[in-house]
């Protein structure tokens, strides 16, 4: 099936390839190579055999420009969706449709964020701001060889600015809608000879600008604000064949939990409420949140002379988060529960979590032997990880506390290799094998009695993963290649909430993919046009999957047989004309769950419509997509320039994207459906010859209101974006 399907893409591949080997001539400046550092050194992205996008400059910044977190990632790059239940604390990755719905702390993420090289694990720490950047690499497709640990999706590859021996830096700042505000500033330069620092930080503010309406509880009045620090330092020194980096990094933030909205959507439809108003809503409930982390990198690089490299990565990351939410989302309790701001019953819950994780790295990279080059190391990864959580009844006082320790450990042993044949011809390979270790330990007091506490359940698995791929030459502008990659997630013990309803400590096996990928990297005009192309399919067995809400609230981790993917991607960049800078991405991704036997509990209310088989009250998903996989996802981008006779310009840049409908649960429902979203954004500004651009910006332009994803165990609660917000800025370069 797989094969069959993935040969219908392979026609729509050839076409594609038809467009990269007759695009007709273009006039303007020449472009700059795109570099990356997907293979763990610094390649020009078309010699690199795997679906890789870059996002760096201008692009980054006015991304962020509203003060956006690490969710402004989504669908800026082919296949990738981000989403969050918690807000700014908990972002959630998904790559050509592979991620996880899971809501716990404890919960593993088949997309792997690596921020400055360290992998990050808990999904807490996969939060910390994008400022002071140099590039984003969005990695597609298992990574099961070179990088950390827990790559079957992908990985999202973040690479901070670094420290420079030229003295310089910037400084932004800009104002909008509902008092945001955003501060971004950084200065490098040189301390002494061979030493050089950098320190960047950002500022990001909104007030509350959600009124909560309810006359009850112990809610807060305005919802949605919050003020979010973060800080780097950086420190880098070379002498001789020696250099290293340190890296040290905090963040504070002060806010509110994401909003949930009773009665979001209307019975039978997907669409909202009547009298919905994305500035209003009614809880009761407690509505808190709050979050600290620091960390410390140290990359430690000594050369063998006629030999290679040997690179030391260390990372260290702490944090402690205290969130506490109104999950029923409303203030009146009714049967049915249907319209805004209606639910079954009150239910709050919360606690505060405190993820330790410390990883070392040893690799060395050897340098080139004729034709062939290789690379081999050792990785450990150690995590510990406390948490709590509570329960709050209908007047805010806790009536659970259920306490959990975990820690877990991996250990990886890896080795890639590149033999070149012939000058045209390029084959790199590796291996990647990991042992995992995870313990949890439950104690406290749940909301039911009949749980029998402390508990203690442990979990371990191995595996062997890796990636061979061919790169040919087809001319000197393009290249063509084909891939093979494993790529593998441990297994896993889920108990939050399964403690505050039920006496079992789910287990799961590990997750194994094996993902085929071709693809087409081209150049034309002296880098005045990129584009890239690629098709891939992929299996995967013993998936991880959680079924999240029900009529228990559970979170409850199951593996389904397998399940299928393949899709279609491109990438372009293009310059047709001086002064103007348009770049494009989109993508196809089909998935389904392929398991006849595997069925997962249905909204709880009863109020929900449900499409699937319903067989002894469980919901039957063989068939179905996977949850946060739209088909298709695109982006768009232009910016143009209109240069000035005294060095400055006058510019309009602006962006949009795109993404198809999606299943917000493992079942599928009408109500629970989210509808297509397409949001842009626009700004216009002067820079001037010196480096100073004054700007007005509006993110969502259109004003697009949607769900992004739901609560369906009390009601038919959602979650929704943020509305259109209009600012100013000036940023200063120097």
Known sequence: MLSRKSARLAVLLGGVSTLVFAVPAMAQEEGEEVIVTATRRSEAARDVPLAVSAISGEKLGILNSSGQDIRLLSGRVPSLIAESSFGRTYPRFYIRGLGNTDYDVNAAQPVSVVYDDVA??????????????ASVEVLRGPQGTLFGRNTPAGVIKINSAKPSDVFGGFGSASVGTYGSTNLEAAVTGPLADGINFRLSGQIQHRDDWVENTATTGVADDMLEGYTDRAARAQISYKKGNFDALFNIHARSLDGTPRVFRAGLFKQGSNDFSDGFDVEKVALDGVTSQSLSSSGVGIQLNYVFDGVGTLHSITGYETAKVESSGDIDGGDTYTYPPLGLNNALFPSSTGGISKPQELSQEVRFEFDPWGNVSAQAGVYF?????????????????????????????????????????TDLLTVRGGLRFSADRKTDEISGTPVLTGVTLPAESTVRGDNVSGDLSLTYEVSPTTNIYARIATGYLGPA???????????????????????????????????????????????????QLTAVGGSNNSAKLINAEKA?????????????????????????????????????????????????PVVGGLAMIDGNPLPQAPKYVANFTARYAWPLENGGQVFAYTDWFYRSEV?????????????????????????????TEFAVFVRNITDEIRAE???????????????????IAVRKSF
């Open 493 to 543: 013990i889920q108990d939050r909430v399964n403690f505050v309803f039920t006496p079992t400590v789910p287990t799961v096996e590990e997750q194994t993919t094996t993902s085929y990928e071709t693809g087409i990297k081209s150049v034309y005009f002296g880098r005045k046009l990129t584009l890239d192309a690629s098709i891939y399919g992929y299996e995967t067995e013993n998936l």
């Open 381 to 421: 990864f150690e995590q510990k990880l406390y948490y709590n959580e509570l329960n709050y009844d209908g007047a805010g006082a806790v009536n659970a506390n259920v306490l959990h320790e975990n820690y877990q450990t991996n250990y990886g042993l890896f080795v890639s290799g590149e033999y070149k044949p």
């Open 564 to 612: 299928i993917g393949y899709g279609l991607e491109l990438d372009l960049t293009a310059k047709p004309i001086p002064n103007l800078l348009l770049t494009a991405g989109a993508s196809y991704n089909y998935t389904e769950i392929q398991d006849p036997t595997l069925g997962v509990g249905p909204c709880g209310s009863g109020m929900c419509t449900v499409k699937d």
């Open 663 to 691: 299943n917000f649960f493992l079942y599928e429902a009408v109500e629970f459906e989210g509808k297509p979203e397409f949001i842009g954004g626009l700004r216009v500004g002067y820079l001037t010859d010196e480096g």
């Open 120 to 133: 990050l694990e808990n999904p807490i720490l996969k939060a910390f701001p994008i400022f002071d950047v």
């Open 709 to 727: 994803s739901a609560i369906d165990f009390n009601n038919l609660t959602g979650m929704v974006n943020d509305p259109r917000t209009f600012g």
